[in-house]
């Protein structure tokens, strides 16, 4: 036995030491010293044998079993630090894909509403954040003391500066340092002092479009913005005009869609009524040609500001406008 137990660790050292990949060290280890191995299967006999035998094999098997179990170490080291070509790595298992970064889906909305106005012949115009009353309010025909003014809840920073409450700031600073004809849209963030919930934030944004020249018409108001909608949502998607009231456009519409979250049926999001409002209109009243300086008898124009939340709410399913800003990956990533 004891004979049988030399000849074993001759063939197990040499095979340790040849390994040439884990995988042939694996195999090695397992026919060496696992479980069915002969080595194993002596020491699982060694209570049959008589107690000065028993006392000499088990000694044996016990300083095999280590010596072999030290070598295995020694392999694994020598196979990892030399590159063994498979450097301990299974070359069968699955690659893993590397996480990449996407654009927020306010953006990639953004950018599907900046295509498709651009398609149309509109350019791009931005304007600042903090304003002033003049461009906020009171050139778009809201005075002080405007009872209008209660409904854009504003954030005040001093008596004249305030977050903009709505993108139409950007028509009156477009139009004060430019002639007609005028074509643009205003993306951009804006801020409102009001309580949030499932269709409210008290950021957002909107996208502000501004058409002025000579003989612009309603008609073209609409088909422009069911143009726009059309392309957004596809041919078959309903939409609703209705009488509204802002006091720099005249006659002024609100345009809804049947809400796509729930199909018209009523939700947390249409509030049960089955549309949602995702943009308000109008032509432009002759009082803010005057605050600019434009002849109202020599242009007219149409104006319009979108929810892109709103937007972006129904062209990805997402049932709170909160989500959007709270940067939550998880749901991030299922978008
Ligand atoms: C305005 O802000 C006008 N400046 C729009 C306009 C521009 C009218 C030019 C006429 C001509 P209103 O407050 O309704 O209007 O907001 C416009 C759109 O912004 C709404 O239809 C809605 O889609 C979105 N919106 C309004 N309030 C919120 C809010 N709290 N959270 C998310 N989206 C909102």
Not at 269 to 288: I, N, Q
Request: net charge negative; hydrophobic share 35%; proline share 4%.
């Amino acid at each position: 036995m004891l004979d049988r137990l030399k000849e074993l660790g001759r063939e197990a050292r040499a095979a340790l030491q040849s390994a040439a990949t884990s995988v042939e060290l694996e195999n090695v280890r397992v026919k060496y010293l696992g479980r069915k191995s002969e080595l194993n299967q002596v020491s699982r006999g060694l209570k049959d044998l008589e107690s000065d035998e028993r006392r000499s094999v088990g000694r044996a098997v016990n300083e095999l079993k280590k010596e072999l179990g030290a070598l295995l170490e020694q392999s694994k080291k020598r196979l990892e630090s030399a590159g063994d070509g498979s450097g301990g790595l299974d070359p069968t298992l699955p690659g893993r894909m590397p996480w990449v970064g996407g654009k927020h889906p306010l953006t990639r909305t953004y950018e599907r509403l900046e295509s498709i106005f651009r398609g149309l012949g509109f350019e791009v115009a931005l304007g600042p954040h903090v304003e002033d009353d003049f461009h906020n309010f009171d050139a778009l025909n809201i005075p002080a003391d405007h009872p209008a003014r209660d409904g854009w809840d504003t954030i005040y920073i001093d008596d004249d500066s305030l977050l903009r409450t709505h993108t139409s700031p950007v028509q009156i600073r477009v139009m004060e340092s430019r002639k007609p004809p005028i074509r643009i849209i205003a993306p951009g963030r804006v801020y409102r002092n009001e309580s949030a919930d499932a269709s409210h934030g008290s950021e957002f944004y909107q996208l502000e479009g501004l058409y002025v020249d000579r003989d612009v018409r309603f008609g073209e108001l609409k088909g422009v913005l069911i143009r726009f909608m059309r392309e957004l949502f596809g041919e078959s998607v309903t939409l609703r005009f209705r009488a509204g009231f802002f006091p720099f456009t005249e006659p002024s519409t609100e345009v809804d869609v049947e809400c796509l979250i729930c199909q018209g049926t009523g939700c947390s999001v249409c509030s049960g009524t089955g549309w949602v409002e995702l943009l308000g209109a109008g032509m432009v009243d002759p009082r803010v040609f005057e605050a600019v300086g434009y002849d109202p008898g020599e242009f007219t124009g149409y104006a319009f500001g979108l929810g892109v939340d709103r937007i972006c709410m129904m062209m990805t399913g997402t049932d709170d406008i909160r989500l959007f800003l709270e940067n939550d990956l998880r749901f991030l990533r299922q978008i």
